[in-house]
């Protein structure tokens, strides 16, 4: 169990970690609120655009969600794995609310995640849980993951039969001040065991995902640039987004584990669908359009189809 102190100790240390200074994946969520004027040029109101918020937590939710990286096959109830994970993938870099981030969007976010597994005989056999950190590269961002995979079949390796599970995870948004963001996780898989020698193992796995992305917005100070201590009126331009419906993405995945003795290496390559769940507010029909003035308006996610490339290393013991 030693181990899962160890994803522990490291996501502790995350959250307690104070950032010196902005990285360029750090959200700047103010650069999504649309400012109101008067006669004079001068802000009165700052109003969050629900469309652009919606479609940035789409695929920021999709960046930051829970990590498949094994097949339908369970440790066993006395297995036990640790592994290091790395994943990139792509955004829409030149979409409109990517100018959220403190620096020039890429083409592509990665992460870096440390991970522990166990195989469990309670409350039925054929249990696997999961425990997480996963780190967005370039930035002070954290996620807590935690996820549990229920084989429904597993073992017959000497038939030709694949082997069948589904699981459940979520992924939760630690060090983000201005966006709560929480990604719950569902899908089902195959996979088949293959022999090599007697000595490597060699698992393809495939399967469907779907994605809930809940995003919340906290109070977001819409004049960043005005010392509210010098003008105490700039308080009244903080805002915070409305809250939304669940942002849906459907997302399909290969991949295949390698290993020898206690060392195995997974790869998988993961394709999210577009965008299309639609928020819609109640007393209007009105579509919510970019640097919208209000946030009265259905916003419809259009977060363009996203691909994700990973990597896991590590001991199954």
Not at 124 to 142: K, M, Q
């Amino acid at each position: 169990m030693r181990p899962f102190a160890v994803v522990v100790v490291l996501g502790t240390l995350a959250v307690r970690a104070a950032p010196a200074a902005a990285d360029p994946n750090d959200l700047v969520l103010s650069r999504l609120g649309y400012p109101h004027t008067d006669a004079m040029g001068n802000i009165t109101t700052v109003t969050g655009e629900p469309l652009e918020f919606r479609e940035l937590a789409s695929q920021l939710g999709v960046v930051l969600a829970p990590q498949l990286l094994t097949p339908a096959d369970t440790l066993g109830f006395s297995g036990f794995q640790f592994t290091v994970d790395y994943a990139s993938t792509t955004i829409d870099q030149h979409a409109p609310y990517w100018q959220a981030l403190q620096g020039t969007p890429p083409p592509s976010m990665n992460t870096i995640g440390f991970f522990a597994r166990k195989g469990m005989w309670f409350p039925v056999p054929s249990i696997e849980v999961g425990v997480g950190a996963v780190h967005l590269i370039d930035s002070h961002d954290w996620m807590g993951q935690l996820y549990t995979k229920l084989a429904l079949n597993e073992g017959y390796h000497d038939l030709p039969l694949p082997s069948l599970a589904v699981r459940g995870a979520v992924s939760r948004l630690m060090t983000q001040s201005e966006l709560d963001l929480t990604v719950a996780s569902l899908d089902v898989e195959i996979s088949k065991h293959v022999g090599i020698g007697g000595t490597w193992r060699f698992d393809p796995f495939g399967g469907w995902n779907i994605l809930m992305i809940v995003p919340r917005s906290q109070v977001i100070d819409g004049t960043p640039n005005i010392d509210s201590l010098n003008n105490p009126t700039d308080s009244f331009n903080n805002f915070v987004f409305r809250d939304q419906s669940t942002i849906y993405r459907n997302r399909f995945f290969v991949g295949a584990k390698f290993q020898y003795y206690v060392f195995q290496l997974t790869l998988e390559a993961i394709y999210a669908l577009k965008g299309s769940s639609v928020d819609n507010e109640p007393g209007t029909s009105m579509p919510c359009t970019l640097k919208s003035p209000t946030s009265a308006c259905d916003a419809t996610d259009a977060a363009a189809a996203q691909t994700t490339l990973s990597m896991s290393a590590g001991f199954d013991f």
